[in-house]
């Protein structure tokens, strides 16, 4: 693929929400370096690590005043009907126009899963109330959602989410493209033309990736996690070994023909515009 190809390689590019006023100016500084990558869109995530919604709004909010388009992430987790019409509302009258819509993990303690049970009714939710006025991504899982009984099941778990109405989805990060290339045929066998596009994380601190990818049940491949463990708390060679990682990743990816990155951003600049100068996006 020629430097123009990769340079019209489109590209999104996730926050989460800051907790202080800090944080806040921080993130402002954060985007301003990554816009010059010309993001189709930034998306902002929501209920992880207890954030509010509100919070994913101010900074859906900031993005749009910026002029690039933004979506926040809204999951259904012990949501009611009614509230979730209430937030699309919201969503409808602050000029957003994308929804990242998912689940969402229960907290550990809460009560019961409300209304909606899984992503798919959400989604089905949504374009009964909206029509097609909101762009809908939703989550993939190439390696398997943790929860899911089999392969085969959250496959089709995934096909009936993306019958329901969704226009595109985005992965949990991997380290394997394979996955990612199988979970994609397998999916097309199933009927599903969506855009199904990688979600990447770039490698900059190891205890926090394993704690992470233990997590969400995304595979660090063997030779991977003992190279980063050699490397024990020398920060440097930690992020020079992961840029070579992720950036073999993205080339993998792009030569596979992906319709797109997603780069989870952790609310830092710096590695993701190295990939993206390693890639020639
Ligand atoms: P679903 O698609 O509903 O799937 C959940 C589980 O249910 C899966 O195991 C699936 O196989 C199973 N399932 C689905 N439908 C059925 C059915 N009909 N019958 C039986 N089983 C079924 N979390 C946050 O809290 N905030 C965020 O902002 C956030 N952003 C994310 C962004 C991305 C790109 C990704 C990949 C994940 C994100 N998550 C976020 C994590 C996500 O909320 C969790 O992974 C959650 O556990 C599942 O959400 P889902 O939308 O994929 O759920």
């Known amino acids: 693929m020629s430097k123009l190809d990769s340079a ?22 954060v985007r301003q370096r990554l816009y010059p990558l010309r993001p189709q869109y930034c998306s902002v995530t929501y209920g992880a690590g207890g954030s509010t919604q509100d919070g994913t709004i101010q900074t859906v909010r900031a993005i749009l005043s910026e002029g690039f388009d933004a979506a926040p992430h809204f999951s259904c987790i012990g949501a009611s009907k009614g509230s979730v019409r209430e937030q699309l509302a919201q969503f409808k009258a602050e000029g ?9 993990d229960l907290p550990s303690g809460y009560g019961g899963f409300g209304e909606f049970r899984y992503a798919s009714e959400l989604v089905a939710f949504i374009r009964e109330e909206t029509g097609d006025h909101f762009h809908i991504e939703v989550a993939a899982y190439p390696e398997m959602h943790p ?42 066998r199933e009927g599903v033309t969506i855009p199904i596009i990688p979600g990447i994380m770039p490698i900059t601190n190891s205890s926090q990736l394993m704690r992470f ?26 992020q020079a070994f992961g840029l070579d990682v ?24 710096a590695p993701v515009l190295g990939l993206c100068e390693r890639l020639g996006i």
């Open 246 to 269: 992720v950036t073999q990743l993205c080339e993998q990816l792009r030569r596979g023909g992906v319709p797109g990155l997603h780069f989870y951003t952790m609310n830092q600049s």
């Open 96 to 104: 957003i126009r994308r929804i990242v819509a998912l689940r969402g």
């Open 147 to 188: 929860q899911a009984r089999n392969p085969q099941a959250d496959l089709q778990a995934f096909v009936t989410k993306v019958k329901a109405g969704a226009n595109a989805a985005l992965t949990q990060y991997f380290f394997n493209a394979d996955a990612y290339f199988r979970f994609v045929d397998e999916a097309a």
């Open 8 to 29: 019209s390689l489109p590209i999104s590019l996730e926050f989460f929400p800051p907790k202080t006023p800090e944080g806040v100016e921080k993130l402002a500084m």
């Open 213 to 238: 990818s233990d997590a969400c049940g995304a595979e660090i491949p063997r030779w991977v996690r003992s190279r980063l463990e050699g490397f024990g708390d020398d920060k440097a060679s930690i």
